[in-house]
């Protein structure tokens, strides 16, 4: 898919998607749910926002009959996953991800089958089956607690990032096995561009995500989830920043800190389309989450026994991060 996109048509035109939203989510008891990377209009309708582990928490908890997950669709996943009793709709059901196409199932099942003494550790960016197929989930957040909390003495396969993989491989040393998979938009960020964008702004701090090259990370003040980039930039003094990941971050970067400046770290298609943007993330609409409130769907449908495998390798992430945060609230 290409990373550029042409805007969304409306085929509803004169509907007034905001009202008709605020008064469905009611009648439905419905809960919304978004991600960062959401567009700022949906980011601002949204009643909670956050990062793949504060979403999956959020999910897990939440007493709404429906949840209607704006992100991308492994996010309505886990939701589901983490829900199965309650309905789960996602505005447009196209709304993959570059990661998750790059660990087809059947290739991991063969990894296994080849690999039978390795644990099979697997970023939430994936679908379900592979989830089934996984000993451990993680996300951007708690990657390093879930490493430390697995046996030592055990080979590592960590899919589908590369990226992710090889930061926590340096982070943590352990013995690792990585799935060539890669993100798209973090992919595509130049080192080139942001070292002159450094000579321009010597003091602004460089935050990145963890899904982009060695090459930029090699060069960031901070490496987190979006969460965490939100944090950092809201804690340090600095009034200017450069930021290595998807540009719709900016939106609440921009509400939070009125007095400060967030400058997109350049990507290698400077000059022809270079947008920062996730061509799957930006597939959702205010019309298409009106559409999935009204018609409730399209809805994530999960086959019960696949739904009990995938559970078992996220409920461990779930257990593992909540004892980490009891043990730093004691
Ligand atoms: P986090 O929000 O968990 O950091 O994940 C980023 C991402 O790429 C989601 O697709
Ligand atoms: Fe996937 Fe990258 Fe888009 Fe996140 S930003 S959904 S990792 S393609």
Request: glycine fraction near 4%; proline fraction near 6%; charge should be negative.
């Amino acid at each position: 898919m290409s990373t550029c996109k042409l805007p969304a048509a409306n085929s509803h035109p004169g509907v007034d998607f905001r009202a008709g939203i605020e008064r469905l989510r009611k009648e439905k008891n419905a809960v919304i749910l978004a991600h960062y990377y959401q567009a700022a209009e949906i980011q601002d309708l949204a009643d909670f926002i956050g990062d793949s582990l504060d979403l999956s928490r959020k999910a897990a908890a939440t007493d709404a009959e429906m949840i209607v997950f704006c992100g991308v669709r492994f996010m309505g996943e886990v939701a589901k996953i983490l829900s199965p009793e309650k309905k789960v709709v996602i505005p447009d059901m196209e709304a993959g991800c570059s990661l998750e196409e790059a660990c087809p199932a059947d290739k991991l099942a063969q990894f296994k089958k080849e690999h039978p003494d390795h644990l099979v550790v697997t970023y939430i960016n994936s679908s379900v089956e592979v989830k089934a197929l996984s000993d451990y989930i993680v996300t951007s957040s708690s990657a390093l607690d879930i490493l430390a909390a697995i046996p030592q003495d055990r080979p590592i396969l960590f899919a589908p990032d590369r990226h992710l993989g090889s930061w926590v491989k340096r982070q943590t040393g352990r013995d690792m096995t990585l799935w060539p998979g890669s993100c798209i938009v973090h992919e595509d960020f130049s080192e080139e561009g942001l070292l002159e964008l450094k000579r321009k702004l010597p003091q602004a701090p460089v935050a990145a995500h963890p899904e982009c090259p060695f090459s930029i990370l090699r060069h960031a003040d901070h490496v987190g989830s979006t969460t965490s980039i939100i944090e950092f930039v809201r804690t340090r003094p600095e009034k200017e920043f450069i930021i290595a990941t998807e540009k719709h971050i900016f939106h609440q970067m921009a509400k939070e800190n009125p007095d400060k400046i967030f400058h997109a770290a350049p990507g290698a298609m400077d000059g022809d389309c270079k947008c920062a943007e996730c061509p799957f993330m930006a597939l959702n609409t205010l019309e298409k989450v009106w559409l999935a409130l009204r018609d409730e769907k399209p809805e994530i449908v999960i086959a019960e026994d696949l739904r009990k495998q995938a559970l078992k390798p996220l409920q461990r992430m779930l257990d593992i991060t909540a004892a980490k945060a009891a043990q730093s609230a004691a």
